[in-house]
């Protein structure tokens, strides 16, 4: 409007009117002044109007029929110019729309005239069309003028007009039913619809409607009454009409303006009333005609279907259907009815094809044909319209491939069924394979000889009609050979596809409200709106039944229809893109049904196309069983309706592209696949991979059918499942075409996506595949079993593959998919098969623990260890290639996954333990190399809980006896494990304790109890025990290595880590593990075998020493009492405060006593060499002394391996055995248990009684001899003995008598044991060297300790030392007496004294050399009794003089003893044992206590100094000499501790001693020189010695006692007469001698005894004369005159002497007096 009412246009607009008239009245100047004139006042008036009117155009169109009139008036002179210059300016005044409803009248009346005049017809035209379309301004009777006046101008002679009146009304009438529908724009904001009145009948009740309806109305009604050939009501003046024209029109307004009808009663009323009877009147000629029937059959002449009404009437049927369908429900089914007639074949060709036409523009309309069903066919009572259609489409297509040959009627549907049938006519025309090889130019199809092209007619979805087009044909068309087959094939494809996309559409929809409307409900917040949900869900949920119920319907109406149909088609056709199509639509169809559940209709669909992927007539069974379970029969009977499912032809007209066996059990021939199998099989695989969530059970089809396909192609698995052409050496007849040769590889790549898509399936529809390849792989397992033929492995290899893509969800096929393999394909006869099915076992393990999965494993146990389980499982099968793989496996597992196998490791460890010894090497020996990873790397990644099994497993490999090598590793591993518990113990025990609390709660909650091995004990205790009784168990082995091994490592292991374990735990070590050990030991050892192995299996030698299996045994005992020995001493702090350590403490010993009694050298040395172990122990630290700190010197700081945490790890985890670790061990939080010293004394008295008995039993020699009588080794006796120090240190306190007088026995025994002459020269020294041999030190050392012991113990332990006395003594006695050993021989040692050589005589036992022993012993006894000298016990029990008396025996020998050392030493011993005891005896002689043992020294002097014993002839001058200088020595002694005390001496004694001294002087005796004499005065020193005793003793000058004085005289009698003897021997022999000297000594003695009587004169004088005898005085005067005599003697040395001697007498030469001096005269 913008445009026409802008001011600059309305001048423009007043402008062009002022030309316009003035050019009017130029032109009517001359011969129309009227007009001219009109034209003139015209002008004036339009500039009047634009002068006076602001609104230009309303003025303009007020006053428009004044304005108008001029040109109305030029149009009336008919003169063209004119006319058509007014026409044009009328047109411009519409335009503006500056014309008046009175003005528009004028107008139209005269076109009207025009129009009668014929007159500017087109120019008439285009000014009714701008008059009408530019304003609404006409209206009822003006419009239907101008209307008719259109119609009256279609029907002229000139084609030009005709064509354009024609489109005029075309366009007029639109334009009447555009206003009515902006009218009703209009209104409707205004007011409502109108409520539609019901049961209307009334046609001509037009007053409700406004003014625009009305006219479209009457329009509308009078078309209808035109068409059926009635008069109008309304356009009045109609001449003529044409029914072709006027269904055009009515076409045209139903397609324009569907709303108008459906929202108008009025107008749908006409519908029901006019159109449709109208309609199905017209189409009776159609209906009743039929091709080639006998006129005589109906009574009246029937008219013939007329093309033109025919095709339009269709048209106007199609726009009815698809626009009016809600209202027409029954016209509808009507006219539907009347299409599906239309098909037959006895209708004409044209009428066919159009009538295919229009069912084609229904099928692609899916909302329609839903509605079709749910209005017929859901409806009782009623057409099934929905089916009929596509049953007639399928029939249709039949017959025309069944054309009869002549016109015979009867060939109709029915002949079609009859002999349809597949198979019976096959042969007759198998000759067509060879006719143009099987290959068609043209796209056809061919069936049974009837040759069809196909024609590419529309763009697949749009129904594009050729012959519905053809509005301006009269005569039908020829219809070209092929047509109508297209349109229905592509009617049967649009159908499907059009169906299956809607209800796919609608059905996806459904599924994501119901998601959207659920989770909504669960989140919704307030109660009202939850109910609200839940109403709109049940809404929902009927909308949703209601959908489905139709969906199913239409399915089922139309899937037998289409199957038929389709299956015919697909083996008709032989062209590609056709068959394409065909199998496209059976697999949307297949798919649908699928997904609507419809499961008879689904396999129906799937097995004709498995049918076609297969050579004709091949037998696969399960393709024809499972079609006639679900159908009854080969033709598909299905709701009364008999459709054909027509059966593969068996000629093809396709190229072979493939030869191949077929799948079965007995070999058949070959088979042929044509290019046609193998689309087909893409067809399939397709459908499997696209919609294998609705495959359901069809699975089995789908599967069976590739399985034979592919083994047809020769395809074999790979790894990972993946089918790789590959041709297996048995199917030599295997022939394929290049074609399919480059189509493999894609094949079989879709083959594997097929699986790899089944991870979109959902759960359902994965258990469907997986159990339809179970049951294919069993079918193919039956096959595969009594023969070794290659079997199938496509089941197998697609179970993997379909395990492997679903990873994801593994969980809810696992059980069915492992299950099958394991318990089935596993255990098949068939080698491949079983190979495969380990393969698969084990991929899809790993691949499941290497998977990402959500959780991850590591937070899914559950799935872990359901992933493992199989694993486990495989333990059960026998067969040992299985067993390999699973090995294997575990070890690729262990390489991969190990850090994350968590609670999957019992499964893993279950899977190598489960390995027994009968399975051959190479299975332990795989299974030991996963151990031995599991140890060397994964400890810390597995749960603690799982340590126990490890421990377990590794003991197992221990004791398998395939291979030493593996069972002396798998000790090392659990010496490995046990340092890892060690240096993880913290962490470990956490873990333990805390997998322990959730158990006991667990088991209390069941109200069971906790079992567990070594229950009490705290987990990680039990974890050590569980480890130690393995290794217990292996130190009892049958192999020696392995006992050695397994004995060492555990000894070590609790040596080294016993310190984690709980204080109470030991009882269990002690009493379960090493006792028990220790028990089994001692049981073998006894009950071995003497027997001597040859050799150690192979060619390897044995050792003498272990050439018997006691021998070995013997070992193992050694090494096992050793290390529970070494465990007692060193964790004696720990085990003490158990409560029955006692107990333990007696059976170890009593295992030693018995290990020590035992008549094995070996064994019975180790024995002493453990109990020796258990006594050098530090008693526990008191509380009393313990430090506050771990001492710092030469202590190592003990190391702590974690902070100590946690109320449950109350002990530091140390690992040194220093003390610091027994302080820091007791400064925990732990107190120490302080045993009280009673108890412990009672360890020591337990160990000292074991002791004393293993001493007694060992050294008592036996009754009898012979060869095989044991005497305890040397090495056996010295431990023995060397334990005795360490005991004793813990027993002193209670150690008396008794037990003194048992040690002696055993020490005096012990020392008495002989040696075997071929250990002699090992244990004895060379003769010539005084040597004692280890045991005799050991006896002296233990002797040493307890009187060590002694010395600082109380007064009452000191009454011992008599007895340790008479011990040594004891053993000094064997310096000249040597011990013997019960009755046995022995060879002394003495008597190879000169003879080295017979030590190795053939005597059996040589007694030991004493001489050291005893020697030592001796100095033993000097020492101990000058310490000891003045004990009580010491003096009261006459040690002294049993010494004395010991000592003679030597003394008395003198160089008779075995060895000269001895009597010399003797002599130093009673030299040293005299300086201390004589004053002790002085001390006591009151007592009386030694008064027995003067006369036995007095003899002992006696026996010594003159002894009866010669010196050897080879005794040199100076040994003479430094033997006489012994002699000196004792007398010096009896001059300096005898003498001098002779008061405190018996009186016997001192005269025995005098006496002696006086022999000792006198050289000579007699005046003969014997030998003896010689002798004698060989012995100047002695002499001399003696004489200087004698004389020392002549005086005194401190008398203090009677007894002292009397000495003294007796000396000095003995001396002067040893004087007075001495110089008249001297005087005769100088006398004698005449000129010769005399002998030195005899001068020396002569010089020696005159300074002697000049000194004893000195002396004299200087004494108190009262001290002095008379009688001495008258035996010194007496010598004068001798010494007189001496005078003439010729030595100047004894001159000299003798000189000193005679001056002392002056002082005697006094005056003789008769005065009384001292009472004499």
Not at 488 to 497: E, G, K, P, Y
Not at 1397 to 1402: E, M, S, T, V
Not at 1497 to 1504: G, I, K, S, V
Not at 1657 to 1680: M, R
Request: overall charge negative; charged content about 20%; proline content about 6%.
């Amino acid at each position: 409007m913008s445009g026409t009412s802008s001011p600059e246009a309305v001048k423009r607009l007043l402008e062009s009117m002022q030309s316009d008239l003035r050019a009017l009245s130029l032109e009517c100047k001359k011969k129309f002044p009227p007009v001219k004139e009109a034209a003139e006042s015209g002008i004036i008036k339009v500039k009047t109007i634009a002068a006076r009117n602001t609104e230009i155009l309303a003025a303009l169109k007020e006053n428009s029929s004044e304005v108008v009139q001029p040109f109305l008036m030029g149009c009336g002179t008919k003169e063209p110019k004119i006319t058509q210059l007014c026409l044009a300016a009328i047109q411009r005044l519409m335009s503006h729309e500056v014309v008046s409803e009175t003005a528009a009248g004028n107008i139209i009346n005269m076109l009207w005239q025009l129009m009668e005049n014929s007159l500017e017809e087109l120019k008439l035209l285009q000014t009714v069309l701008v008059l009408l379309t530019t304003n609404t301004v006409v209206h009822d009777e003006a419009l239907s003028k101008a209307i008719v006046l259109c119609f009256r101008l279609h029907f002229t002679k000139d084609n030009i007009t005709n064509n354009t009146a024609a489109a005029t009304v075309r366009q007029v009438v639109t334009v009447v039913f555009e206003r009515m529908v902006a009218e009703d724009e209009q209104h409707r904001d205004i007011t409502d619809q109108p409520v539609l009145v019901q049961g209307n009948s009334n046609r001509r009740s037009v007053s409700t409607l406004k003014p625009c309806a009305k006219d479209a109305y009457m329009l509308f009604q009078d078309l209808c009454q035109l068409v059926n050939a009635d008069a109008p009501y309304w356009l009045v003046g109609m001449t003529e009409m044409t029914r072709t024209f006027g269904l055009e029109l009515l076409e045209s307004v139903l397609n324009d303006f569907p709303q108008v009808f459906l929202q108008h009663q009025e107008f749908s009323f006409l519908l029901k009333e006019r159109v449709c009877p109208l309609v199905i009147k017209l189409f009776s000629p159609n209906i009743k005609f039929r091709q080639g029937s006998s006129t005589s059959s109906s009574p009246a002449p029937v008219e013939k279907p007329y093309f033109p009404i025919c095709m339009r009437l269709l048209r106007v049927v199609s726009v009815l259907i698809k626009q009016f369908y809600t209202l027409l429900v029954t016209e509808c089914e009507i006219f539907l009815s009347l299409l599906v007639k239309f098909l037959d074949a006895d209708k004409p060709q044209w009428l066919r094809a159009v009538a295919v036409e229009s069912i084609h523009r229904l099928c692609v309309q899916p909302q329609l044909l839903r509605s079709f069903c749910q209005s017929y066919d859901m409806k009782q009572h009623s057409t099934k319209v929905f089916r009929d259609i596509v049953n007639a489409l399928g029939s249709f297509i039949q017959s025309l491939f069944l054309v009869p040959p002549t016109g015979n009627p009867a060939a109709t549907n029915q002949a079609g069924n009859n002999n349809s049938g597949g198979p019976v006519s096959a042969p007759a025309n198998s000759g067509m394979l060879g006719i143009g090889g099987g290959v068609t130019l043209l796209p056809a199809f061919e069936y049974r000889g009837t040759w069809i092209p196909i024609l590419t007619i529309t763009v697949q979805g749009s129904a594009k009609a050729t012959y519905l087009e053809m509005l301006d044909k009269v005569e039908p068309p020829t219809i070209p050979e092929g047509y109508a087959m297209s349109v229905a094939f592509h009617c049967l494809l649009d159908l499907v596809r059009g169906i299956t996309s809607m209800i796919e559409g609608e059905l996806g929809e459904v599924e994501t409200e119901c998601q959207t409307t659920t989770t909504e409900a669960v989140s919704s917040p307030t109660q009202s709106s939850e109910q609200q949900e839940l109403q709109s869900t049940s809404d929902q949920m009927d909308k949703e039944i209601v959908s489905r119920a139709v969906w199913e319907e239409m399915v089922n109406a139309c899937w037998c229809g289409l199957l038929a149909a389709l299956s015919l088609l697909l083996d008709a056709s032989t062209d590609e893109a056709a068959t394409e199509n065909i199998l496209k639509a059976e697999l949307t169809m297949a798919a649908l049904c699928g997904r609507l559940g419809l499961v008879t209709s689904r396999d129906a669909f799937i097995t004709a196309i498995c049918k076609g992927s297969l050579p004709p007539h091949y037998a696969l069974t399960v393709l024809n069983t499972t079609t006639a379970a679900t159908l009854s029969n080969k033709s598909y009977s299905i709701q009364g309706q008999s459709v054909m499912m027509i059966s593969p032809s068996s000629e093809s007209h396709q190229q072979v592209v493939a030869v191949g066996q077929p799948l079965a059990v007995q070999p058949q021939g070959t088979v042929m696949l044509t290019s046609k199998n193998i689309q087909c099989m893409r067809t399939l695989l397709n459908l499997a991979h696209c919609h294998g969530a609705v495959l359901g059970t069809s699975w089995q089809l789908v599967l069976a059918t590739l399985q034979h396909l592919v083994w047809i192609l020769g395809l074999k698995p790979g790894s990972g499942g993946a089918l790789k052409p590959g041709r297996a050496v048995e199917g030599p007849s295997t022939v394929l075409t290049t074609a399919v040769m480059t189509d493999l590889p894609v094949i079989s790549n879709i083959l594997s996506r097929l699986f790899e898509s089944s991870q979109y399936l959902d759960d359902v529809s994965l258990h469907h595949l997986i159990n339809a390849l179970c049951s294919l792989s069993l079918e193919a397992m039956d096959m595969a079993y009594g023969n070794n033929k290659e079997p199938s492995l496509f089941a197998v290899a697609k179970l993997l593959e379909t395990g492997l893509v679903n990873m994801h969800r593994i969980e809810i096929l696992w059980r069915p998919l492992t299950g099958h393999l394991l318990e089935k394909v596993c255990q098949h006869p068939n080698s491949r098969m079983r190979e495969w099915g380990a393969e698969a076992l084990t991929s899809l393990i790993k691949a499941g623990l290497t998977f990402n999965h959500d959780p991850p494993l590591s937070q899914n146990q559950r799935l872990q260890l359901l992933l493992l389980n199989p694993l486990k499982e495989m333990s059960n099968i026998n067969h040992p290639d299985i067993r390999l793989k699973q090995l294997e496996c575990v070890l690729q597992i262990l390489q991969s996954q190990g850090d994350s196998l968590g609670p999957g490791w019992p499964l893993v460890l279950g899977v190598m333990g489960a390995i027994r010894n009968d399975q051959g090497e190479s299975l332990i020996r795989t299974a030991f190399q996963c151990l031995q990873l599991v140890v060397t790397d994964f400890l810390p990644t597995m749960p603690c809980t799982c340590l126990q099994i490890v421990v377990d497993v590794a003991g197992s490999f221990g004791l398998h006896n395939q291979e030493l090598n593996i069972s002396l590793t798998s000790i090392g591993l659990l010496w490995n494990i046990s340092d890892y518990f060690f240096q993880r113990g913290e962490t470990i025990e956490k873990e333990l304790n805390k997998e322990e609390a959730a158990q006991q709660k667990q088991a209390e909650e069941k109200g069971v109890v906790l079992n567990r091995p070594f229950h009490p004990a705290p987990p990680f205790d039990c974890l050590w025990l569980c480890l130690y009784a393995k290794l217990g168990e292996l130190c009892v082995d049958p192999r020696p290595a392995v006992r050695k091994s397994a004995g060492q490592t555990l000894f070590s292991t609790i040596g080294a880590h016993g310190t984690l374990l709980q204080h109470s735990t030991w009882h269990t070590v002690i009493w379960k593990v090493l006792f028990h050990l220790l028990d089994r030991v001692r049981e073998s050892s006894t009950t071995a075998d003497k027997e001597k192995i040859e050799s150690g299996g192979g060619n390897i030698l044995i050792h003498h020493s272990r050439d018997t299996a006691e021998k070995q045994w013997a070992e193992t005992w050694v090494l096992t009492l050793a290390g529970v020995a070494r465990i007692f001493n060193t964790r004696r702090y720990l085990l003490q405060p158990l409560g029955d350590f006692s107990r333990a403490w007696d059976v170890l010993l009593d295992h030693i006593q018995s290990a020590a009694l035992s008549k094995n050298n070996e064994v019975s040395l180790a024995a002493l060499k453990s109990f020796q172990e258990i006594l050098q122990i530090v008693s526990p630290v008191r509380d009393s002394d313990k430090p506050e700190t771990p001492p710092a010197v030469n202590v190592p700081v003990p190391v702590l391996l974690g902070p100590v945490s946690g109320p449950s790890l109350n002990r530091p985890f140390v690992r040194t055995d220093s003390i610091g670790e027994r302080l820091g061990r007791y400064s925990s939080s732990e107190p120490p248990v302080v045993t009280d010293e009673l108890e412990d004394l009672n360890l020591w008295w337990a160990a000292w009684n074991t002791w004393y008995r293993i001493g007694s039993e060992s050294t008592k020699a036996p009754t009898t001899f012979d060869k095989l009588t044991f005497i305890p080794s040397q090495p056996f006796l010295t431990a023995l003995i060397q334990i005795f120090p360490a005991l004793y240190q813990h027993i002193k306190t209670g150690f008396n008598m008794d037990d003194l007088q048992k040690l002696g026995v055993i020490l005096h025994s012990a020392v008495s044991v002989p040696i075997s002459s071929d250990a002699s020269p090992f244990i004895l020294p060379s003769y010539t060297e005084a040597v004692l041999t280890s045991l005799q030190e050991a006896v002296l050392t233990a002797l040493d300790v307890l009187q060590k012991a002694i010395c600082v113990g109380p007064e009452s332990m000191q009454i011992m030392y008599p007895a340790i006395f008479n011990q040594l003594l004891a053993f000094v006695e064997f310096s000249c007496k040597p011990p013997r050993y019960g009755q046995l021989e022995t060879k002394h040692i003495a008597n190879a004294k000169y003879n080295q050589i017979q030590l190795f005589a053939p005597a059996e036992w040589v007694a030991l050399n004493y001489v050291p022993f005893a020697e030592r012993s001796l100095d033993v006894v000097v020492d101990l009794y000058q310490k000891t000298a003045c004990h009580k016990a010491v003096v009261n029990e006459k040690v002294l003089q049993n010494i004395i008396k010991t000592l003679r025996v030597p003394l008395s020998l003198k160089y008779s003893c075995p060895s000269e050392s001895t009597w010399k030493l003797a002599v130093s011993s009673l030299l040293k044992v005299l300086s201390i005891g004589l004053p002790v005896a002085r001390q006591h002689a009151s007592s009386g206590k030694f008064d027995s043992m003067w006369p036995e020294l007095a003899n002992t002097f006696e026996d010594f100094l003159f002894t009866k014993s010669i010196p050897p002839d080879n005794l040199s001058i100076q040994e003479f000499q430094r033997n006489e200088s012994i002699d000196v020595e004792v007398v010096q002694l009896i001059s300096t501790e005898i003498l001098p005390y002779a008061n405190f001496i018996p009186k016997e004694f001192v005269g025995q001693i005098m006496t002696m001294l006086n022999k000792g002087s006198i050289h000579s005796q007699s005046s003969s020189f014997t030998e003896a004499e010689i002798d004698i005065r060989l012995r100047e020193e002695f002499s001399k010695m003696c004489f200087e005793t004698l004389l020392q003793f002549s005086f005194s000058n401190k008398v203090t006692t009677p007894q002292e004085g009397y000495i003294s005289r007796m000396a000095l009698s003995v001396l002067l007469k040893r004087s007075q003897d001495v110089l008249h021997r001297y005087i005769e022999d100088e006398r004698l001698s005449g000129k010769c000297p005399l002998p030195r000594q005899q001068v020396t003695e002569i010089i020696f005894v005159l300074k002697a009587v000049s000194t004893l004169i000195d002396s004299l004088k200087k004494t108190k004369p009262e001290n002095v005898d008379g009688n001495t005085w008258a035996q010194v005067i007496a010598l004068y005159p001798t010494l007189v005599e001496c005078i003439t003697c010729s030595s100047s040395e004894v001159c000299s002497a003798l000189k000193e001697a005679l001056v002392p007498f002056k002082d005697f030469m006094q005056p003789p007096t008769s005065k009384v001096q001292n009472g004499e005269s």
